[in-house]
């Protein structure tokens, strides 16, 4: 697995202005961290805020819609995104699954369109906890890449893959350093099956309550090549603490 930890900020619908001092901050000390990639992604209405804001981490959107423009009130496409400066976006989010009802093929065009338009996209997957009481969290997983993983020519070097489990988001539930591993293994294998070798280098970020006390074990699991942060990333103490983690181990 190749490339820098990566840390990334989910703001979801969290954000005004006002919180581009904390933006600003989480920048500054990202500069003191080359070792670790760092990235956020606030909601759409503070992309171009954001983008004036920094200079060192990446900033990218939180859905996009899989055509370029249209007739879709209220959606947001990847080149508009790519237009007003990210870097990437997220698909696939549990949250954007659960309640916008998206499904695998949904979300497979929205990265195919992220990547078409010279965006990286993160691609979350995650089973819920009914699935993983049943036995069935790397079935569900599985089957989640199988249905959303874009289909591109070549190694898919900008795409990151997030295994977010739905009960650990916002709960302060984690699973297991043995469960988060043999996931993360698994996710390794069906990238492989699906992209070949390249599938090797994909990154795999884990999510889900991931904080500054949990954030150094959850890091050190094999394979896990970074986080996306939702709560914690809402404030550039809390985040940063993150980042500290990710850096100290990079240095070790
Ligand atoms: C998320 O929603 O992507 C997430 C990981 O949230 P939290 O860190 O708050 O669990």
Known sequence: ??????IVGNWKMNGTRAMLSEVRAIDRSAARFPKVQVAVAPPATLLYRVRDAVEVIGIGGQDCHAKDSGAFT??????????AGADFTIVGHSERR?????????????AEA???????????VGETEAERDAGRAEEVVGGQLEGSCPRIDGAPEKLSVAYEPVWAIGTGRVPSVEDVAAMHKSIRDKLVAIYGAGGADVRIL???SVKADNAAELLSIPDV????????????????????????????
């Open 225 to 252: 090549g970074g986080a996306l942060v939702g709560g914690a990333s809402l404030t550039a103490e809390s985040f940063l603490a993150i980042v500290g983690a990710a850096a100290s181990l990079a240095d070790d």
């Open 74 to 83: 209220g959606d947001i496409s990847a080149p508009m995104l790519k237009d």
């Open 98 to 110: 659960t309640l916008h009802g998206e499904s695998d093929a949904d979300v497979r065009s929205k």
């Open 114 to 124: 992220a990547l078409a338009a010279g965006l990286a996209a993160i691609l979350c």
């Open 1 to 6: 697995m190749a490339g820098l930890p990566y």
């Open 206 to 208: 884990y999510g889900g």
